[in-house]
């Protein structure tokens, strides 16, 4: 499996990004994806699950501000970023796994498949 995102760059606080994350390979046991971002000396976090019934979850943090989506007959995952803030900033990650991704609340335990990540840099 790979996974290939696109779509990171620069913006001003108050824009939106569009994050894509082509999957290839044998994809069709991964039923749980995820976007996970690290910034400059934090822990990754994860800032979008996509369940396999379809359910989303977000936490706070990004909550009414990011959508997470997936277009099945391309395997394209990806992530609707609007009204970005500084705090954004951040190198993104595309994930996926056969298995949950995302345990209670804002828990999550590292996927087995990520994608090697695109840069987003918001300024104020």
């Known amino acids: 499996v790979q996974l290939v995102e696109s779509g990171g760059g620069s913006v001003q606080a108050g824009g939106s990004l569009r994050l894509s994350c082509i999957a290839s390979?044998?994809?069709?046991?991964?039923?749980?994806w995820s976007w996970l971002r690290q910034a400059p000396g934090k822990e990754p976090e994860g800032v979008a699950f996509?369940?396999?019934?379809?359910?989303?979850y977000y936490p706070e943090a990004v909550e009414a501000r990011f959508a997470i989506s997936k277009d099945n007959a391309k395997t394209t995952l990806y992530l609707q970023m609007n009204n970005l803030k500084p705090e954004d900033t951040a190198i993104y990650y595309c994930?996926?796994?056969?298995?949950?991704?995302?345990?209670?609340?804002?828990?999550?335990?590292?996927?087995?498949?990520w994608g090697q990540g695109t840069q987003v840099n918001v300024s104020s």
């Open positions: 390979g044998y994809t069709n046991n991964l039923y749980y």
């Open positions: 996509l369940e396999s019934d379809g359910s989303t």
């Open positions: 994930a996926a796994d056969n298995h949950p991704i995302r345990g209670r609340g804002d828990y999550w335990r590292s996927p087995s498949y």
